[in-house]
């Protein structure tokens, strides 16, 4: 029972979809949007466990004080810290009616002063990473790596004035190495044709993928009891 | 560091920099535009251009559903499209609805009502000409459900009032009733979910912006089903160019796309300065290596 049930629900809502989608008429119209209400009500839900399931790992770390114990111990005390600001409204001007974001309340000034700032470090950091690891790493070794390296060139240039200058007095019939526009068809036609190529594989693995859910082949997302 | 300098030539000593160099001259490339104010003026792409007139050409008073789908981290790529699109839709009179699909997305757009919406056009009201509903939890889900119910999914707005008494929530019934969806992402869920999920089953036009790192993913939907689309900074400077010069008093304010490229066009030269001396270092090595 605890494999059949949750095999026929899933065999059940993945053939109702698939049939909501090529006929979009009563009943299959509700139906699908019943669906999406549910997934919506589910995804609500997955808040509650993702949190858990972090406080669950953190907690443990620091009784057993863990290798950098000290971080989990400060994430446990920001999740807590930012939960209680904006569930208890702190400091938000018309208490309890008042919106948790308003100006004045510690959410806003926890979410201002030091979440986005972090956030804003840590992205940021990847100029210097970039920077270094294209110095270290972006070598014409091979000639697969020297497209990329030019491709690259290229792209990195087109924004600059160096970009422009480079290459804007070529005559009409080599406007097409000018590099604004060679990096337009860089991005446009050999970049297109490789997403394209990525994009219609991965279709195909999800179509794959489905269906074996759907038929009850593919069984590990019912964990240690769907095997077997 | 020292230790491996000693006899070796000087494309190898090059070619074992200090990294730490590499990062002060990068945090230099930086810093130094910023401060002097080096702004660069990019004229707009046709991928952009095309968005700008599919904005540009609607009737005064459309509909235009913004999603902010970022957060901080990427804010200084995402913010500066935001504000555009607002400035533009809204000096066309059209009615903006801002939706998040991330959790981090509602104070992006509050921000945006805060310092560009509520300065730069004090006439506008709100629930009248812009509307701030939100973030609901569902990535795709969302949108799929909002495809065929709009007003199951946001019953309110983001401070709690029912949309029902908001004028210009007349008429929105399903995201169809919406004439363009501009969706700003960085990741998943974002710009691609849209086109995916509300675009394409929907027939509603779809443009918007997203990360540098991101745009080359969107190319394949462009121009059959994404009217066009800003990638990255400097997608941002050239709609920002686009609407200097329809309406030429933004010539004089601030142009945070603009701005903020000056340091990246710089950060660019320094990364491929770096580059070329790295190849360089390396092809005298292979030499060396040849020769002896």
Redesign the interface.
């Known amino acids: 029972m605890k494999r059949s049930i949750p095999l026929l629900i899933t065999f059940l809502v993945g053939v109702a979809l698939i049939v909501a989608m090529f006929i979009p008429h009563w009943p299959f119209d509700v139906l699908n949007q019943n669906f999406s209400v549910f997934y919506d009500i589910i995804a609500v839900f997955a808040f509650i466990l993702g949190g858990g399931n972090l406080l669950k790992v953190h907690i443990r770390k620091v009784q057993r004080k863990g290798g950098d114990w000290k971080y989990s111990l400060v994430t446990i005390i920001g999740f807590f810290l930012v939960l209680g600001a904006g569930l208890l409204k702190i400091g938000v001007p018309g208490g309890w009616s008042g919106d948790y974001q308003a100006t004045g309340s510690l959410f806003k000034y926890l979410y201002d002063s030091a979440f986005q700032p972090l956030q804003a470090t840590m992205f940021s950091l990847l100029a210097f990473f970039v920077a270094s690891a294209s110095y270290r790493a972006f070598r014409a070794k091979t000639r697969e790596a020297t497209i990329l390296l030019v491709a690259a060139f290229i792209i990195l240039l087109r924004p600059t004035p160096l970009g422009y200058y480079l290459t804007f007095w070529l005559p009409e019939p080599l406007q097409f190495l000018h590099v604004p526009n060679l990096s337009t068809w860089i991005l446009s036609v050999p970049n297109m044709a490789g997403q394209r190529a990525i994009m219609i594989g991965i279709a195909l693995g999800i179509v794959s993928t489905s269906l074996r859910l759907i038929l009850g082949i593919e069984r590990s997302y019912l964990g240690s009891e769907g095997k077997g | 560091m020292a230790e491996a300098n000693t006899g070796s030539t000087w494309f190898e000593r090059l070619g074992a920099?200090d990294?730490r160099v590499?990062?002060l001259?990068?945090?230099l490339a930086?810093i130094i535009p910023l401060v002097v104010h080096y702004t660069?003026t990019?004229p707009a792409?046709?991928i952009v251009l095309d968005l700008y007139e599919a904005v540009e050409n609607l009737p005064s008073g459309s509909k235009v559903l913004i999603s902010f789908d970022y957060?901080?981290?990427?804010?200084?790529e995402n913010q500066p499209m935001a504000t555009a699109f607002t400035r533009h839709c809204l000096e066309k009179g059209h009615k903006i609805y801002l939706i998040a699909l991330w959790a981090t997305g509602?104070?992006q757009s509050?921000q945006l009502i805060d310092e560009v919406i509520k300065v730069e056009f004090p006439d506008k009201v709100y629930g009248e000409d812009y509307i701030h509903l939100g973030y609901?939890?569902?990535?795709q889900?969302?949108i799929?459900?909002l495809l065929?119910?709009f007003n199951?999914?946001y019953t309110s707005d983001?401070?709690?009032e029912d949309i029902e008494g908001f004028p210009m929530m007349e008429g929105i019934g399903t995201l169809k009733d919406f004439d363009i969806i501009l969706a700003i992402g960085s990741g998943f869920p974002g710009t691609k979910e849209w086109v995916q999920f509300a675009g394409d089953p929907g027939d509603i036009p779809v443009g918007g912006g997203t990360t540098a790192v991101m745009?080359?993913?969107l190319?394949?939907y462009?121009p059959k089903q994404m009217l066009g689309f800003l990638g990255g900074l400097?997608g941002a400077?050239e709609y920002e160019a686009a609407l200097m010069n329809g309406y030429p008093k933004y010539r004089t304010m601030t142009r945070r796309a603009s701005t903020t490229?000056g340091p990246?066009?710089t950060?660019?030269?320094?990364?491929?300065g770096?580059?070329l001396?790295?190849?360089l270092t390396?092809?005298m090595e292979r030499r060396k290596k040849r020769k002896y």
């Open positions: 920099l990294r590499i990062f001259l990068i945090a930086v660069t990019i792409s046709r957060g901080p981290s990427t804010a200084p509602p104070r509050q609901k939890a569902g990535n889900g969302l799929n459900a065929s119910d199951s999914m983001l401070a709690g745009a080359p993913l190319y394949p462009y400097q400077a490229m990246q066009v950060a660019h030269l320094v990364i491929v770096f580059i001396i790295g190849n390396y092809l």
